[in-house]
C-alpha cells in the first residue's frame, strides 16, 4: 500500500512542480504538511492575515515553504 502511495505521488505532480496554495487555514497548512514530503516540489504558502499565529496547532519543518 505505502508503495502504491508513493507511486502515486510522483506520477502526479512532476519533479520541479510549484504548488501555490491559498490561505494557512486547516486546510492549507494540512496540504502544505502533506506536500512537504514530496521530493522536488516547491511549495508558496499564501495568507492575508501580517502575522502566523496557527504555530501551536502545525509544526513547519525548517525547509517550510514561503509565506508570503
Request: glycine share 8%.
Amino acid at each position: 500500500m505505502a508503495e502504491e502511495l508513493e507511486q502515486h505521488k510522483r506520477s502526479t505532480l512532476p519533479s520541479g512542480s510549484t504548488v501555490h496554495i491559498i490561505g494557512a487555514g486547516p486546510v492549507g497548512l494540512l496540504l502544505t504538511a502533506l506536500l512537504q514530503s514530496m521530493e522536488g516540489i516547491s511549495i508558496c504558502l499564501y495568507e492575508k492575515r501580517p502575522k502566523y499565529t496557527r504555530t501551536r496547532m502545525v509544526k513547519l519543518s525548517p525547509t517550510s515553504p514561503r509565506i508570503q
